[in-house]
């Protein structure tokens, strides 16, 4: 099993795609999802907090009252197309596996902080090579904020922590959310 990381969430022009970058190698493997569970990976990688629980939100309370435990999750199978995942629980000493979508799979692993991992032979079957644009990606939101011009202001004023903000969202390879970051600098300092 390859372990791997949410390397970024996007919309095609098939739908939400979910990109797994793997902690091995420079493989990515991209995986098609529907919109509420996209949304879902989106809030917690955004660390969006609701006022109510989602699904995915539900399940992990209920772990949690169960004293249960998350340990991993795995893309196990490919088949046809389509990619099929699993939860892999602890309950009362018991090692449990439960079936899963992988993007259900993939919403629950971000909020229980369980490791994500791919198995060679589904990596071997659907990866993809991305270094080469994703390091291009890097550059260009590392140059874009570097171009953004910060007018004069007290230490710690709203326009450096958005600056802060967007060098931490850089650093993380959230480029969308650094680019939503960027645009905001921008208004602000035309503003001023």
Do not use: W
Not at 128 to 138: F, G, I, Q, R, T
């Amino acid at each position: 099993m390859i372990p791997v990381t949410v390397a970024s969430l996007s919309i095609s022009n098939v739908g939400f795609v979910v990109l797994l970058k793997s902690q091995k190698d420079a493989r990515t493997l991209p995986i098609y999802i529907g919109p509420p569970e996209a949304q879902a990976i989106l809030f917690r990688l955004n660390k969006v907090q609701l006022p109510r629980p989602i699904t995915h939100d539900l399940f992990k309370n209920v772990l949690d009252i169960l004293e249960a435990r998350l340990e991993s999750v795995a893309i196990h199978d490919l088949k046809e197309g389509t990619f099929y995942g699993r939860l892999v629980l602890t309950f009362e000493g018991q090692k449990l596996e439960v079936d899963s979508r992988p993007s259900d799979a993939i919403a629950l692993a971000l909020r229980c902080h369980a490791p994500i991992f791919v198995e060679e032979s589904v990596m071997d079957a659907g990866a993809l090579v991305l270094d080469s644009d994703e390091e291009k990606a890097k550059k260009e939101a590392k140059e874009a904020a570097d171009s953004v011009a910060v007018p004069a202001e007290p230490e710690g004023g709203a326009l450096s922590k958005l600056k802060d903000q967007l060098q931490k969202a850089i650093e993380a390879e959230r480029y969308e959310e650094a680019a939503r970051i960027r645009d905001e600098i921008k208004r602000s300092a035309n503003a001023n």
